[in-house]
């Protein structure tokens, strides 16, 4: 079965030759820049503590990291939106691949976007996720653990040129996004893995997850 980075390596040639050449340039030059600045500083790691939060599931009820760990560790996914074929790939992966195994670990796995809870099912549903989606209002938590960022200005351009508004898909009308991210978080809200991606079309492997809870497993 192809990895989460080979299939993403496919969608990336197909985007090249779809697109029209000068907004896969804009895209292409900002994958570009974010490989040469990489991860910026400040992001959260294994060993750091979250604080307690509440975010709306796709129906608009409130979810609290409390009870997301009040049973085992979370597995937390951080993805840019439903409109990102390279957030479906993974989310789709993580369905299909991941969730079957969670059970031996007690594990919970959720996806948070800045998406609105509306925005939020039609993810789900498009990609038939029988995972929690949670809506990250204003990109707040992304903003907590250091992975928020506002695009620049050419490629918010080049998105509205497809059709796709940030602005309109985003809760609280924020263009920001997450940089891709997996949390391993225990009941005691600790970070115990951490795997962040400056490039957007990067995902973490569903082998690397497993890893990591095996190794809170042998603890």
Not at 13 to 29: G, K, M, N, R
Not at 70 to 92: E, K, M, Q, S, T
Not at 141 to 159: K, N, S, T, W, Y
Not at 163 to 182: F, I, W, Y
Request: net charge negative; charged share 20%; aromatic share 6%.
């Amino acid at each position: 079965m192809s990895t989460i980075t080979q299939q993403a390596a496919e969608i990336s040639a197909a985007s090249a030759t779809h697109l029209p050449a000068e907004i896969a340039q804009v895209f292409a030059d900002e994958q570009r820049r974010w490989r040469e600045r990489g991860e910026p500083s400040g992001i959260v790691g294994a060993g750091d503590r979250l604080e307690e939060f509440t975010l709306a599931d796709a129906a608009g009820a409130p979810v609290t990291l409390g009870e997301l760990v009040a049973d085992g560790p979370a597995v937390i996914v951080f993805y840019r939106g439903g409109w990102c074929p390279y957030c479906n790939l993974a989310l789709r992966t993580y369905q299909r691949e991941l969730l079957p195994l969670l059970d031996r670990y007690n594990a919970r796995l959720v996806a948070v976007s800045p998406q609105s809870p509306d925005q939020s099912l039609s993810t789900a549903e498009k990609a038939e996720l029988s995972f929690t989606v949670l809506s990250d209002t204003g990109s707040r938590l992304a903003h907590d653990v250091g992975i928020a960022f506002q695009p620049a200005e050419e490629v918010l351009a080049a998105q509205r040129a497809l059709g796709l508004d940030l602005k309109q898909v985003n809760d609280a009308g924020s263009a920001e996004l997450p940089m891709p991210t997996v949390l391993i978080v225990d009941n005691e809200r600790t970070v115990r893995f951490a795997d962040t991606h400056a490039d957007y079309t990067a995902r973490t492997e569903v082998a690397a997850i497993i890893d990591a809870l095996d190794g809170l497993a042998d603890v």
